[in-house]
Structure formats: C-alpha cells, structure tokens
C-alpha cells in the first residue's frame, strides 16, 4: 500500500528562548525534524511534505539540504493541529494509501512502530492513533480504548476526572487513509477550550461515519517532545545512550561509553574500538578494526579497516583513510586521502591533498593549501617519506620513493625517487652566542636598576 509523510513543524517555540525555529534545533547533529524523515524511511513514503510557519524560509533552506523531494507547505497562522494538516491538501491530492502524521520536535519515533501502525491500518482501521502508558499522564490527551476499539481521544483540557484517571495517552502521531483524512478534517471544529481544530477529532468523527479506529502502542520515551532548552538536553542524553547502546550490542568496543558522543547517521563497524572522549560528527563512517583513540574528533570521513586515528587528532571532512593507516597526535587532515599504510603521526597538518600508500609524513609537515583565493591541491606519491617541518606549497607534487629535508620549504614538483632540499645554508659565528647573551643580560640589568 502506498503510504505519505506530513512533518507538522509550524510552531514557533517560544519557550525555547531563541532565535532558531524549534525544528531546526539539533539532536545528534541533525535538525529535529530530520529524525522524522529518517523514522520514515524505510516506509518509502512517495510524498514528503512538511507544514512549516515561523521561520519558514530558514526551515524550507535546511530542508532543501536534507531532502531535495521534500515538499513544503505553510501554515501562516496557527490554529491547531488539523488546520496544520489541512495545509497539505493540494500537496496530497489523488494519493491513496497511508499518511503518516509526524511532528517536527517529536525525534524518537522508531520505523517499527511505524510499521506496527500501518499494520493496523491494514487490517482495516480507517484512522490509527500511537499512544503510551505514561508514569506520570499530566496534561496529555487520554486515549479511551473500548475491547481494542479507540473510542475517542479526549484532550487533558476538556476531560472529566474519570477521563483523566486514563493513563494511556495520546502521543499526536496519527496514521489514516489517505483517501478519508481531509473529509475527515473538514468536520473538525473549533469549539473547545483552546479554540482550536484538534486533529484528534477525527477518531470522533471517523466513528460517526462508521469507519474502525485503533491504537498502537509504544515506550514513553519515543513520544518524547522537546519544547525547552532542558527537554533538548535531556532529548540529546537519550539519544546518546541509545546510540552508545546500540554500538556495544553490534561488536564495538567503547573502553568509557558515557564520554563517547555520536552522531545520527555514524557508522561503526564490528571490532572497532573507541577510547574515552571522543566525538562523531555528522557522516563518518569507522570499519572493522580501526581504532579510535582519546580526545579524538572525526566529522564527514571514512576510516579505513584496521587504521589507527589519534590520541587528539581532527579529522574533517572529505577525509579517506585507507585500512591500516595511521593519523596520530595533534594531527588535522580536511579533504584528503590517506593511502593503504599511510602514517602522519605527528602535529601535522593535511589539507586537499593525497598521500599514497605506505608514505611517513614526518612532524610537523604543513600542506599550504589556501593562498587566499584559492584551495590547491598536493599530492603525495607512495613510499614517499616527508622530512620533520616540512611546508608543502600546493599545487605540488612529491613523486614515488621520493624525499623531502627536514626544514624544507617546497615549492616545486619532486620527481620519483629524488631528495629534495629547499632550506637556507647553515651559518656558524664562533663566540657570537656568548656575546649576545651577555649584552642582553646586562640590557636586563640596566632596566632592572
């Protein structure tokens, strides 16, 4: 059955005390509503929208980044939840199948429960609610389940003592046919005490019509809304344990788990080890073997099987590890590949640039990458070994077996096999070190007196 995707992320969460629309706050690195889209993946919804308001044009260029074929509507005025998916009407006309209604600041929904509501809707539910026992129901809307049946969904507002002793709650997230929904959102009125259209109301009027609703159920901490600094923060702790978790049951070794930070989409490969405080931004994947060390942080790269990243190294983006490569100490790569047996194992810095298998970059090499204009690039053949404090003017290229000075600065290509020396000649002056050392002694004394 085909199925389709509305993200509600209109609202303009003031009690997030800031600038940024609540969506585009992040989690794992990634927008919240982002987590939405990737909820839904695996149902390959055919039509994404999302109903953006306040801030829409900062959203619409996020979006854009994340998902080109994601469709955007706006919901200039906030009026509830139905008007927000009554927005998307036009975006979803003729479709059949499921629509998914998500929301834009809910980031822990995960594809099963999705599929365990389409499941419902499949066998023969017009409208499917996700709901969840809560430890403590508070002001969320009850779920009123009859022998299977959701009766009805009655908001904390308008309920009476009895509906609120319910502690099954209503999470918002809704699955319906696509063919009923906006009939179904056309019957909602305004008349409650927020003055507002409740999607909720459709199970009420679903039932009117004879149509079967249902309700699924999943863990509180899925429904997890975030609307305050603090509730971003706690959303960011669960995330973390989760990925953490994940990571220890799928062969990683994390030697301090608590002190390891993830990304959303990182990638670890079984038998990989991560020593203590390091990070994983967005896009890096790490394969079998490699290991992680301390205080190391790694953003959009790949690390090669077996290869060994750190104590304090950086890796940025564009970088390609081949197995068994070694980053070490104080090292900063960006845009570069490091080949097969590679090592750059101390303070050293390397930018646009490739390094072919087997090469010993000595300390202290610096690819002088930027001339302030322009990015160059350098490369760097195999088996090439690269004196201590090296500076690499790019666009240069050091050839295969070849040999750089300690000291050099190079700025011209090196063929296969050649040293290069590019320093001035050391001069020695015979006594001059005491002479100046007492001069600038007795300089010091004068100040001094």
């Given at each position: 059955m085909p199925s389709h995707l509305i993200i509600l992320a209109a609202g303009a969460g003031t009690r997030m005390q800031s600038d940024l629309p609540k969506v585009l706050h992040r989690v794992g690195g990634a927008p919240l509503f982002a987590h939405a889209l990737n909820a839904a993946e695996g149902l390959g919804a055919e039509r994404r929208i999302l109903v953006a308001g306040h801030g829409a044009e900062r959203v619409r260029a996020v979006a854009a980044e994340i998902d080109p074929d994601l469709h955007i509507v706006l919901q200039t005025e906030q009026l509830g939840t139905a008007h927000a998916v009554a927005q998307a009407r036009e975006a979803l006309a003729g479709a059949t199948g499921d629509v998914f209604i998500l929301y834009g600041d809910t980031p822990f929904i995960r594809p099963e429960t999705l599929r365990a509501m389409a499941d419902a809707r499949a066998e023969g539910a017009a409208v499917v609610v996700l709901g969840f026992e809560a430890a403590d129901p508070g002001r969320y809307g009850r779920l009123k389940v009859v022998d299977g049946t959701l009766e009805a969904i009655i908001e904390h507002k308008d309920a009476s003592d009895e509906d609120r002793a319910i502690t099954l709650c209503n999470s918002g997230v809704i699955c319906a046919d696509a063919e009923q929904i906006f009939d179904l959102i056309d019957a909602?009125?305004?008349?409650?005490?927020?003055?507002?259209?409740?999607?909720?109301?459709?199970?009420?009027?679903?039932?009117?019509?004879?149509?079967?609703?249902?309700?699924?159920?999943?863990?509180?901490s899925e429904t997890m809304g975030i609307n305050t600094r603090a509730e971003l923060a706690r959303a960011e702790a669960f995330f973390q344990a989760r990925k953490r978790a994940e990571a220890l049951e799928t062969g990683v070794t994390l030697t301090a788990p608590d002190t390891v930070f993830f990304a959303h989409d990182t990638h670890l490969g079984r038998d990989a080890v991560v020593e203590p405080h390091v990070v994983f931004g967005p896009g890096v994947t790490v394969e079998s073997g490699a290991q992680i060390r301390a205080f190391s942080h790694l953003e959009g790269c790949h690390v090669g099987a077996d290869a060994v990243v750190g104590p304090y190294a950086r890796l940025r983006p564009g970088t390609e590890l081949g197995n068994g490569a070694k980053i070490g100490n104080f090292v900063e790569t960006k845009n570069a590949e490091i080949g097969e047996g590679a090592k750059v194992n101390h303070l050293s810095y390397i930018g646009d640039a490739h390094v072919g298998e087997a090469a010993n970059i000595g300390a202290g090499t610096i690819t002088c990458n930027y001339d302030g204009v322009f990015k160059h690039r350098t490369h760097i053949g195999a088996r090439a070994f690269i004196g201590s404090d090296t500076m690499l003017v790019a666009p240069v290229t050091i050839g295969n077996d070849a040999m750089t000075g300690s000291g050099s600065v190079i700025t011209a290509d090196v063929p296969d096999g050649a040293l290069a020396l590019a320093r001035a000649r050391q001069e020695n002056r015979e006594g001059f070190a005491r002479k100046l050392m007492a001069r600038l002694r007795a300089a010091k004394q004068k100040r001094t007196n």
């Open positions: 909602v009125g305004n008349d409650n005490a927020s003055k507002e259209y409740y999607l909720t109301d459709i199970v009420a009027h679903a039932r009117a019509r004879g149509l079967e609703t249902a309700a699924v159920t999943c863990p509180e």
